[in-house]
């Protein structure tokens, strides 16, 4: 597609309930970034893959966050056991990335999912 | 630790006068970049400008402009006669640049601009 796209628009869910939120980069982006927005905040990271790869993880807030990747495409963040601080906008960006010291990394963003964990 | 800090919340101005945003960004590294997004209503974040830090050449696009400044710490942007359309939260963005870094952006947490007709 044009742009990142990201799926669904909106999740409405109930406390303990498991959700999973799709981002699909833009064709050819072989980085992709998750990050959170709460209300009136700035974006928070999350994780990072690099083709289908996360060398890290630790920007993830808990064990009940995970983060796959298949085919150098679409990604999924899954959220287990829902928590009402889990509510916030989870936005997912993707860019080319070139190593060298002047990489690009231009990131383009999707325009979210918004959880509200009720 | 790298921190990016807005310290206008929420800015009012009224259409066509200008007005700044700033941003001071902390970080060791000496190779790094900075951004700046437009997030309007509808939620999606959209690229404004990057700078590299090799590069203090200040920029104009439109009625757009940056003040990058690294004896201060500082990449100001600038919104010239401004319009309705400008109304949206503004953030600014830091991120590593050497090699194999992940390259995840540090938000501040955004400027909130209302240009009011």
């Known amino acids: 597609g044009a742009g990142v796209s990201q799926s669904p628009s909106n999740k409405v869910t109930e406390k303990g309930k498991d959700v999973e939120l799709r981002c699909d980069p833009i064709?050819?982006?072989?980085?992709l970034y998750w990050y959170r927005q709460r209300l009136g905040q700035g974006l928070e990271f999350l994780i990072y893959?690099?083709?289908?790869?996360?060398?890290?993880k630790s920007g993830l807030p808990s064990d009940r966050f995970s983060a796959e990747r298949t085919g150098e495409s679409v990604s999924t963040l899954t959220i287990q056991r829902t928590q009402q601080e889990d509510s916030a906008v989870y936005l997912c960006?993707?860019?080319?990335?070139?190593?060298?010291?002047?990489?690009?990394?231009?990131?383009?963003f999707g325009a979210g999912t918004r959880l509200s964990v009720l | 630790a790298q921190k990016v800090t807005q310290a206008q919340t929420e800015i009012s101005v009224v259409e066509k006068e200008d007005v700044t945003l700033d941003c001071v960004y902390e970080?060791?590294?000496?190779?790094?970049?900075l951004f700046w997004y437009k997030q309007p209503p509808s939620g999606e974040l959209v690229f404004l400008i990057r700078r590299n830090s090799f590069d203090e050449q200040n920029e104009i696009s439109g009625r757009y402009s940056w003040n990058f400044q690294k004896s201060t710490s500082s990449f100001n942007f600038t919104i010239t006669a401004s319009q309705v359309v400008d109304s949206a939260v503004y953030f600014c963005a830091l991120s590593e640049a050497w090699e194999g870094s992940q390259g995840n952006l540090i938000f501040g947490k955004g400027t909130k601009l209302s240009v009011k007709p």
């Open positions: 960006a993707s860019s080319i990335r070139v190593n060298s010291i002047l990489a690009k990394n231009i990131q383009y």
């Open positions: 893959f690099q083709g289908n790869s996360a060398p890290d």
């Open positions: 970080t060791r590294d000496t190779t790094y970049y």
């Open positions: 064709s050819g982006h072989t980085a």
